[in-house]
């Protein structure tokens, strides 16, 4: 499973280089994830949650795009299709 959260360049915030990426990456043994499954920010980084994920689309309009979307809204504790969470085979 590969997943990318983006968060787009927001105008007056950022210098115009284009959007924040952050790789994602899947650990099955973080109790802290929904169902012991868990994402997080970078190797070895902080344990993301569906809030985080949730705060970040509704202010900055944030997405994650990964070619698991129904892996990536169980880990976060959402249902299948949640808003901003897309398909993507480009990883």
Do not use: N
Not at 25 to 33: H, M, N
Not at 37 to 54: C, K, N, T
């Amino acid at each position: 499973m590969k997943a990318t959260l983006v968060i787009p360049d927001i105008p007056g915030c950022r210098t115009g280089r284009g959007s924040i990426v952050f790789r994602l990456t899947w650990r099955r043994d973080q109790a802290e994830g929904h169902y012991g499954l868990g994402l997080m920010l970078g190797l070895g980084g902080e344990i993301f949650v569906g809030s985080h994920f949730r705060a970040l689309r509704d202010a900055f309009g944030a997405g994650i795009e990964t070619d698991e979307p129904g892996m990536v809204c169980g880990a976060l504790g959402f249902p299948i299709g949640e808003p901003g969470i897309v398909q993507s085979d480009s990883h």
